[in-house]
Structure formats: C-alpha cells, structure tokens
C-alpha cells in the first residue's frame, strides 16, 4: 500500500482518506490537531481516480467480508513492516468515510493497534468485535442529516464496543452531512487535547 510518511515528534497520525480521496485529504487535521507530529498517511489501493478506497464497495450495504479480510490482513502485514516509523510513538488513527469502516475491520483484529482512534463519519456493517481494546480511546463523528453514515448507526457502533465491556467510545453528534466540517474539526481538536 503506498504511504507518504512526514517525521516529526513522538505522537504520529495514521490517516486513511475517504472514497476518492487520496494522501494529502487529511492533512489539514493533523494541522489542527499537532502540527509537530509524525504522520504516515495511505492511499487506498482499490479502484483509482474518484473510485480509490480500501476495500470493495458496498453492495446493498453490505460489506464483502472476504475481500475486507484479504484487505485487513494485507495492511496489518504492511503494518508490521513499517514498525520502525512507529515504534514508541503515541498512535492516532484517522480515518473518514469508507477508511473509517476499514479502521472498524482492522479493530475487529487488533483492538489496540492505537492508543486513540478518530472514526470521521463511519457505517455501521454487522461489524464483530470480539475483545475490548485496553488502551485505544475511540471517538466517533456522525452528522445530524448524513444520510450516508446515519446517526443511530454510529450509536448502534459504540453499543456493539460496549458488549465487549469496552466504556471509552465517545460519540461527537454534528449538525451537517456527510462531510467534515469546521465545527467538526473544533470538537476533534478538544477531544484530542483530553
């Protein structure tokens, strides 16, 4: 999976663009948030040009489960490799959209592959989380009329993470759509300080 990778001090963003979206979408929080840190930031290897994303894309909302395998277990491989960008680093994963459902496949696996976690906008999609992450604090973004990442699906989201007995997903409910928003940045930046 290609990466650019900024270095920078001892926190690092990992970032995962949206559907269409590419390396360069997220920067701009990580500005906001810490610009001193370190960030490695992906491009989606599925489709190219206004399709790139990474996995398949849904089909009557749902989520092909293998490919998402094939896909989650190719970066965490990938991910592995690249420890000696992150090693000994606070971890922030960043994902928005279609890269914040792929971040949900690879808790699914590694529940603490982070110390926190930004879901900007994710889906709900039968997701199974089967062990509580320990030190990863979530938070998720939904907007109040984005129809695309409903509300109550981020709701049902944090429910699943609470049968796990997990208690630090925090939900940040927005006025908008399906887009990240000024607003939305002003929550993320106090989140992040907390």
């Known amino acids: 999976m290609e990466y650019i990778y900024i270095n920078g001090s001892d926190e690092i963003f990992v970032l ?36 790139r994303r ?14 998402l395998k094939i896909r989650v277990n190719d970066f965490l491989n990938n991910w592995d490799n690249l420890k000696d960008k992150y090693e000994n680093k606070k971890i922030t994963f960043i994902g928005y959209s279609n890269s914040a459902n792929f971040i949900l496949g690879l808790l699914e696996k590694r529940p603490d592959i982070a110390h926190k976690t930004m879901l900007l906008h994710p889906s709900y999609l039968d ?5 509580k992450p320990l030190i990863n604090k979530i938070v998720a973004t939904a907007g109040a009329s984005d129809l695309s990442a409903p509300a109550g699906n981020v709701v049902k989201l944090k429910k699943d993470f609470e049968n796990t007995g997990y208690n630090n997903f925090e939900i940040l409910l927005l006025d ?6 000024d607003n939305e940045v002003k929550k993320l930046k106090e989140y992040y300080k907390s």
Request: hydrophobic residues 35%.
């Open 176 to 181: 908008g759509g399906h887009g990240i928003s």
């Open 16 to 51: 995962f663009h949206g559907t269409g979206g590419n390396e360069n979408n997220l920067l701009f929080l990580t500005g906001e948030l810490n610009p001193h840190a370190s960030i490695i930031s992906f491009l989606g290897n599925v489709g190219v040009g206004k399709n």
């Open 127 to 131: 997701w199974n989380f089967m062990k």
């Open 54 to 67: 990474f996995f398949k894309p849904l089909v009557n909302n749902k989520v092909d489960r293998e490919d």
